[in-house]
C-alpha cells in the first residue's frame, strides 16, 4: 500500500514549457485534490476531484489543467510555465467522509521555472 | 466563502513550556476543522480531526464555535515538536456530506528550543 504517490519530486522548467505532474494512489479514495504551498501562503486548492470524470476548481486554477478519468490518477498540468508557478505541488487524497478520515497527502513535487 | 487564519506565523518556545497555536476561521456553515503538522521537508500529516476529539502526541484542540476558533494546545513542548502547523477546514454541502474542499491557513512555524 504505497498511498499517495507524486511524481517527480523534483523538475526545473524553462519559461513557456509544459509539464505534466502525475499524482496516484492505491486506497481507492473518491476525492483527490491538488495544492501549491508558497511561504507566507500556506497551501492554496488549484483543482480538485470528486470522483473519475468530475473536477472543479480551487482558489488559484489559472494556468494549471486536471482530468481524472481513473479512480488511481489525477495528473496536474502545466499549460505554459511561468516563474510564479515556482513552487512545492502536493497531491491529496481521501475517502468520501473526509471529515472522519481527513486527506492523505504526497510527498511533493519541488518545481522551479527560470 | 470559507476562511482559516493563522494569526502567528512563527512561535518560538522552550522545551517544557506550554504552547497554543492559534486557528480562527469563518463558515457559514457547520464546520469540520483539522490540524495537521509538516516536519522539516516532509509530507503533511494528519494531527488532528475536532470530530474526534482526540490528543495526538499531548495535543488537544477544542471547537469553539462562539468564537470560531480551534486553537492547538500542549501543556509541555517537546524539541522534536518543532515543525509547521496548519489548521485547515473542510467545506460540507448542505446534506452534511464533503465537497471535498479543504482550505488550509497560512501556517504557524513552531520552534522549541532546548
Known amino acids: 500500500n504505497a498511498g499517495v504517490t507524486q511524481t517527480p519530486k523534483f523538475q526545473v522548467l524553462k519559461t513557456g514549457q509544459s509539464m505534466t505532474l502525475q499524482c496516484a494512489q492505491d486506497?481507492?479514495?473518491?476525492?483527490m485534490s491538488w495544492y501549491r504551498q508558497d511561504p507566507g501562503m500556506g497551501l492554496r486548492l488549484i483543482h480538485y476531484s470528486v470522483g473519475a470524470g468530475i473536477t472543479d476548481q480551487g482558489e488559484v486554477p489559472n494556468g494549471y489543467n486536471v482530468s481524472r478519468s481513473t479512480t488511481e490518477d489525477f495528473p496536474l498540468r502545466l499549460l505554459s510555465a511561468a516563474p510564479s508557478q515556482t513552487s512545492v505541488y502536493f497531491c491529496?487524497?481521501?475517502?468520501?467522509?473526509?471529515?472522519?478520515?481527513?486527506?492523505?497527502f504526497g510527498s511533493g513535487t519541488r518545481l522551479t521555472v527560470v | 466563502a470559507q476562511r482559516v487564519t493563522q494569526p502567528e506565523k512563527l512561535l518560538s518556545v522552550f522545551k517544557g513550556a506550554p504552547v497554543e497555536l492559534k486557528c480562527n476561521y469563518s463558515y457559514s456553515g457547520s464546520p469540520e476543522l483539522f490540524w495537521y503538522v509538516q516536519y522539516s521537508r516532509q509530507r503533511l500529516q494528519l494531527l488532528l480531526r475536532h470530530i474526534s476529539r482526540e490528543s495526538i502526541k499531548g495535543f488537544t484542540a477544542d471547537l469553539n464555535k462562539g468564537e470560531t476558533s480551534f486553537h492547538l494546545k500542549k501543556p509541555f513542548a517537546q524539541e522534536e515538536d518543532s515543525a509547521m502547523y496548519y489548521c485547515?477546514?473542510?467545506?460540507?454541502?448542505?446534506?452534511?456530506?464533503?465537497?471535498?474542499?479543504?482550505?488550509f491557513g497560512q501556517g504557524t512555524i513552531l520552534t522549541v528550543h532546548p
Open positions: 491529496a487524497s481521501s475517502t468520501g467522509d473526509a471529515g472522519a478520515y481527513g486527506y492523505t
Open positions: 485547515a477546514l473542510l467545506t460540507l454541502n448542505a446534506g452534511g456530506t464533503s465537497y471535498g474542499k479543504l482550505t
Open positions: 486506497m481507492n479514495h473518491e476525492y
